[in-house]
């Protein structure tokens, strides 16, 4: 079983940063992907980032070139820097990742709530 524990959300200006971080605690063996998916009231939770252990990153179209995945596998962390928000970025943002045990098991946090205001 792994725990996931995001921090980092709030409230923030249109144009201002926020970076998220999440912290994977529990059986951590064999962690491969970790990332960020999003849910803004009313709609289906999207991608947002991934990062794979080697480093390998993935973005949505939406926040290309905007956000920063990054990751720290001694300390089982991922973070998401994220510049230039958008009212539109509001959502809660839940941390991910895939673990690989015979099988593959997906795991995800409890969500930080990220407002941007206009």
């Known amino acids: 079983q792994v725990q996931l524990v995001e921090s980092g959300g709030g409230l923030v200006q249109a144009g201002g940063s926020l970076r998220l971080s999440c912290a994977a605690s529990g059986i951590i063996f064999n962690i491969n992907t970790m990332g960020w998916y999003r849910q803004a009231p009313g709609k289906q939770r999207e991608l947002v980032a991934t990062?794979?252990?080697?480093?390998?990153?993935n973005y949505s179209d939406s926040v290309k070139g905007r956000f920063t995945i990054s990751r720290d596998n001694a300390k089982n962390t991922v973070y998401l820097q994220m510049n230039s928000l958008k009212p539109e970025d509001t959502a809660v943002y839940y941390c991910?990742?895939?673990?690989?045990?015979?099988?593959?098991?997906?795991?995800w946090g409890q969500g930080t709530q990220v407002t941007v205001s206009s």
């Open positions: 990062i794979t252990r080697g480093g390998s990153t």
């Open positions: 991910y990742t895939r673990q690989f045990l015979g099988n593959w098991y997906d795991y």
